[in-house]
């Protein structure tokens, strides 16, 4: 017969293993579940008028869209938007941390294209790179936004959503380093679907880049995308084994 002493040094091993077990799938779970970033606004399709020429612009930054963690001014690498003639003005945010909302303000009706790149950052052996992008369709204009801005991994519009309804496909582009990303998974989300980390649509480019979503819902959705590839270079970090790219582009439907 086993002793008590021994009886409960099997206990504690189990109890050990067990916690061992569950430390390791918390981890795989994280690794798997990898922040996004996003861009926000308060009005995606804003008028323009003597009164009314501006619209506020804020990040997300997790998983639960429309809004979850915080970020820092020093976290992002470039926060900016793009005019309808392809001019650029950077956005200030009015704190240094949290949703870092900022005021865009536009001269001018047309479709504009809000930048947001996060730095580089390593946890355990995996670089983390994120982008995002969105449509603001001013004054309900439907101009061109299938012209790629340059980030490393990008969601390109290949119609501008504002031209769309509840119903339709939005047909995207996805791109690595300015090619086409064959087979990508890409997912999509609208705001009010899911506070579970669920998508409400899931497809896969095709051999040429190309996904079409379809807006099962109107108001603001996200679209995005992950991709991984080895970290040879180990640029941010000398530990660092992967290089893992995440990006999003938001708009409004209407």
Do not use: C
């Amino acid at each position: 017969m086993l002793s008590i002493k021994k009886v409960n040094v099997l206990k504690g091993l189990r109890v050990f293993m067990f916690y061992g077990m569950l430390a390791a799938l918390l981890s795989m779970l994280t690794e798997v579940q990898a922040h996004t970033l996003w861009v926000n606004a308060t009005d995606f399709t804003p008028a323009l008028s003597e009164r009314s020429k501006s619209t506020n612009i804020f990040l997300g930054w997790g998983h639960d869209f429309p809004v979850q963690d915080f970020l820092k001014t020093s976290d992002m690498k470039d926060y900016y938007f793009v005019t309808p003639e392809g001019g650029k003005k950077d956005l200030t945010p009015m704190a240094q941390e949290g949703f870092l909302e900022t005021k865009m303000e536009y001269t001018k009706e047309g479709s504009h294209l809000v930048i947001a790149n996060k730095k580089a950052y390593t946890r355990g052996k995996v670089t983390r790179i994120a982008f995002a992008k969105a449509i603001i369709n001013v004054d309900q204009s439907t101009g061109d936004v299938s012209k790629p801005v340059g980030q490393e991994l990008e969601i390109v519009p290949l119609k501008n959503p504002g031209l769309l309804r509840m119903g339709e496909y939005v047909p995207v582009k996805v791109l690595f380093n300015g090619e086409p990303l064959p087979y990508a998974e890409v997912l999509a989300t609208y705001a009010g679907f899911s506070t579970d980390r669920a998508s409400a649509y899931v497809v896969h480019a095709d051999k040429e880049g190309i996904a079409k979503i379809r807006l099962i819902k109107d108001g603001d959705w996200k679209i995005e995308l992950k991709h991984e590839i080895p970290d040879t270079q180990k640029e941010t970090d000398p530990e660092s084994e992967t290089l893992r790219y995440i990006s999003s582009l938001t708009f409004e439907v209407r």
